[in-house]
């Protein structure tokens, strides 16, 4: 596994949050970032970018390698067993459906024929999906107990949260009866020595009301700043307004039910929020001309 300056994963493939059943079951695929979790956050935000690619420039090789790139890339973040990643690449799916419709590449019976064979295929391969969602039970009990804890720090320090950095130390004195630091094999009850699953909820946790409607009203402006973009007439402009739109909303889905540590992603987000931010907010022309329709 690569380390250093594309990420650190030191020990990680020895690592038991890697089994996808309790006991084994085999593993959890994950690439230069120490978790699987921060590898489907990776190809959340860069997975867009490759169809939108494909789409917008009419040399036949380099919409042959980028549709090839996200098929690869989609089985990648399957195999990383992220169910929070999975459904917010599934939201993705649907704003880059529409996002389609609008500048025409796809029509209204070419959205309802994607939509019609969208419910065939996800009928036929549900019991797939469920075994998937069902993965590691004992994760989710985790996840309950943490967030009934979480929902009472919040009522407690509701304006200004408990701060920054804090949540995982302040959690521990919201200890329920019959939790211990020790190891047992009821997994609720060393809930407190594992960070709140959801980034959300930590950093509301952890800055309050008004922090976090600062920093979550950052993040809805310049994503607003993006859907604008997608109806520029600029190539560029639209690309790049789309693949943050989509990127960005499905890592938002993920950090309902994830936390994110990995300090690659958040740079990788603001790094395109700075690209928006930069390219302005005017579309320049309303009316677009796609190279070809799909359908």
């Not at 790139?69 to 880059?96: D, E, H, P, Q």
Request: some cysteine; overall charge positive.
């Amino acid at each position: 596994v690569a380390a250093g300056s594309f990420g650190r994963a030191d020990a990680v493939d020895t690592s038991e949050h890697l089994n996808i059943e309790r006991g084994g079951g085999g593993k959890r695929a994950f690439g230069t970032v120490p978790s699987p979790r921060g590898t489907a956050g990776h190809l959340l935000l860069l997975l867009p970018w490759a169809p939108l690619v494909a789409l917008h420039y009419r040399r036949r090789w380099l919409s042959a390698a980028c549709l090839g790139l996200f098929a690869a890339g989609t089985v990648a973040l399957i195999l990383t067993y992220s169910r929070a990643a999975f459904i917010g690449y599934m939201v993705g799916v649907v704003i880059g459906l529409w996002l389609f419709v609008r500048w025409g590449y796809l029509s209204r019976r070419g959205l309802a024929l994607c939509t019609l064979g969208a419910v065939v295929v996800g009928g036929a391969i549900s019991p797939v999906v469920v075994s998937f969602i069902e993965k590691r039970p004992d994760n989710v009990r985790v996840r309950e107990a943490q967030f009934l804890t979480t929902f009472e720090m919040i009522k407690d320090n509701l304006i200004m949260g408990v701060g920054p950095n804090n949540s995982a130390s302040t959690q521990r004195r919201y200890k329920r009866d019959g939790t211990s630091g020790a190891a047992v094999t009821d997994a609720t009850k060393i809930s407190d020595i594992h960070p709140i699953h959801s980034q959300h909820l930590a950093n509301l946790a952890e800055t309050g009301l008004v922090g976090f409607a600062l920093y979550a009203g950052f993040f809805f402006v310049v994503f607003r700043r993006a859907a604008r973009l997608t109806r520029s007439s600029e190539t560029l402009k639209r690309v790049a307004g789309g693949g943050l739109l989509i990127g960005g909303v499905a890592l938002s889905v993920q950090f309902l039910a994830d936390p994110i540590f990995e300090h690659a992603i958040y740079a990788l987000l603001w790094f395109l929020c700075g690209v928006v931010w930069a390219l302005g907010d005017r579309p320049d022309v309303p009316t677009l001309k796609p190279n070809r329709r799909l359908m």
